[in-house]
């Protein structure tokens, strides 16, 4: 199956916003609101921060935000922080043949 | 709190079977409203999903790894299990044991084991 796309890289300074897109299609980002954002930072596990297109779990900071128009999906983070610095991915439901599929990943670089 | 640690051999021949464990503690493994999955990480690359398993053994498997991939799950001793078959250098990746929603989004992940695969 076809990875999301994501743009490979996106810097911001401290205390700026930014903002992560990941296109999928019909049969899957803009098919379903069951969109997820997952942060990971070198050597660790993903951690989940944003699921059903915009519901944040506990305990992860309201700086991230979620959103979803059309086949893309949108990770915002606002105030940016140097521990913001990670890889960050989404991730779809895209059926019950293929059922999940992530996008291809971006850095965020903090300058 | 949950928590999941997958074990396996760190390095697998090619056309070898890759075998994978991941106890599971601090949750019921039986629990109706989660799924459990692997995913996996090439060095230096993106997630790539590999299969999702229920507690009552139904599974769902990658179109990419389909015929190669197998999950299993042991209500009584408490863990998942994942063999792929007739690997290569391509399936070397820190692969990763989780917990996986109802609604699809993984909310508990392992620490990740790397397997190597090299003769």
């Known amino acids: 199956q076809s990875a999301l796309t994501q743009p490979a890289s996106v810097s911001g300074s401290p205390g700026q916003s930014i903002t992560i897109s990941c296109t999928g299609t019909?049969?899957?980002?803009?098919?379903?609101?069951?969109v997820s954002w997952y942060q990971q930072h070198p050597g660790k596990a993903p951690k989940l921060i944003i699921y059903e297109v915009n519901k944040r779990p506990s305990g992860v900071s309201n700086d991230f935000s979620g959103s979803k128009s059309g086949n893309t999906a949108s990770l915002t983070i606002s105030g940016l922080q140097a521990e913001d610095e990670a890889d960050y991915y989404c991730?779809?439901?895209?059926?019950?043949?293929?059922?999940?599929?992530f996008g291809s990943g971006t850095t965020v670089t903090v300058l | 709190q949950l928590q999941l640690q997958e074990s396996g051999p760190g390095l697998v021949e090619p056309s070898q079977t890759l075998s994978l464990t991941c106890p599971v503690f601090g949750a019921p493994i039986t629990n109706t409203r989660h799924y459990w999955a692997w995913v996996r990480q090439p060095p230096g690359k993106g997630l790539e999903w590999i299969g999702t398993i229920y507690y009552n053994g139904d599974a769902s498997y990658s179109p990419s790894l389909r015929g190669r991939v197998s999950m299993s799950i042991d209500t009584s001793n408490k863990w998942i299990s994942l063999r792929l078959t007739s690997v290569t250098a391509a399936d070397t990746a820190v692969y990763f044991c989780t917990r996986q929603s109802l609604q699809y989004y993984f909310d508990s992940w392992g620490q990740g084991t790397l397997v190597t695969v090299s003769s």
């Open positions: 019909t049969s899957d980002v803009g098919g379903y609101n069951l």
């Open positions: 991730s779809s439901y895209a059926g019950d043949n293929i059922f999940t599929v």
